[in-house]
């Protein structure tokens, strides 16, 4: 009765009716949630627009993508911070030069 040949649909509806005004056996039970729970998220992908062939490769060029944007924000980072510790001891330097009176040396 579930060949390949029957829709998600069809099996799911075979599935209730079997379970309709009797006690269900447990393997009953878990093919009716294992199909309805497929079913929901067959529905779910739809609604995002994920359910034809080019998701697969859309959802990968999403994901690099956002590899790439991380990568980017790690840089900038990085950047900052290396520009933030130059800055310091340039600023520690030219306070020891004030300091030990080395810009009266350089002026003449």
Same mark, same amino acid.
């Given at each position: 009765?579930?060949?390949?040949?029957? @829709? %998600?649909?069809?099996?799911?509806?075979? +599935?209730?009716?079997?379970?309709?005004? *009797?006690?269900? #056996?447990?393997?009953?039970?878990?093919?009716? /949630?294992? $199909? %309805? @729970?497929?079913?929901?998220?067959? *529905?779910?992908?739809?609604?995002?627009?994920? #359910?034809? $062939? &080019?998701? *697969? &490769?859309?959802?990968?060029?999403?994901?690099?993508?956002? %590899?790439?944007? *991380?990568?980017?924000?790690? @840089?900038?980072?990085?950047?900052?911070?290396?520009?933030?510790?130059? +800055?310091?001891?340039?600023? /520690?330097?030219?306070?020891?030069?004030? &300091?030990? &009176?080395?810009? $009266?040396? /350089?002026?003449?």
């Amino acid at each position: 009765m579930s060949g390949p040949e029957m @829709s %998600s649909d069809a099996l799911l509806a075979s +599935l209730m009716a079997q379970a309709e005004g *009797r006690t269900a #056996d447990l393997v009953t039970l878990r093919a009716l /949630v294992e $199909e %309805s @729970s497929q079913a929901g998220a067959r *529905r779910a992908l739809g609604a995002l627009g994920l #359910d034809d $062939e &080019r998701a *697969r &490769r859309d959802m990968d060029d999403l994901r690099e993508l956002l %590899s790439a944007w *991380r990568e980017a924000k790690r @840089s900038v980072w990085k950047a900052v911070v290396g520009w933030f510790v130059r +800055l310091f001891l340039a600023l /520690v330097l030219v306070g020891m030069a004030v &300091r030990f &009176r080395l810009t $009266e040396m /350089v002026s003449g």
